[in-house]
């Protein structure tokens, strides 16, 4: 069992930036792959950024350029960088862990929540 914990969601002006947190319970090297989801009312939940154990990151292509997946192992956390924010991106933020195996086995956060407006 893996808990994961975000934090850092906020409100926000457009044009300003938060850098969300994810800690994990475990090492998250031992992790295939770590990604913040989003979430706005009415939306399907959809990916944000992603980093694989390995070390590679995918990004929707909206955010691309704005925001940045990193990792501290030695803290088991990843942030979300989040720059030059838009109102488009008000939403609630989940971390997502998927270790890959027979079967795969998916955790998630409760969420925080992003709100860019003046």
């Known amino acids: 069992q893996v808990q994961l914990v975000e934090s850092g969601g906020d409100l926000v002006q457009p044009g300003g930036s938060l850098r969300l947190s994810c800690a994990a319970s475990?090492?998250?090297?031992?992790?295939?792959?770590l990604d913040w989801y989003r979430q706005a009312p009415g939306k399907e939940r959809e990916l944000v950024a992603g980093?694989?154990?390995?070390?590679?990151?995918n990004y929707l292509p909206t955010v691309r350029g704005r925001f940045t997946i990193s990792r501290d192992g030695a803290k088991n956390t990843v942030y979300l960088q989040m720059n030059n924010l838009k109102p488009e991106d008000t939403a609630v933020y989940y971390c997502?862990?998927?270790?890959?195996?027979?079967?795969?086995?998916?955790?998630w956060g409760l969420g925080t929540q992003v709100t860019v407006s003046y």
């Open positions: 475990t090492s998250i090297f031992s992790i295939n792959a």
């Open positions: 980093v694989t154990a390995g070390g590679q990151t």
């Open positions: 997502h862990a998927d270790i890959w195996g027979d079967p795969d086995v998916e955790y």
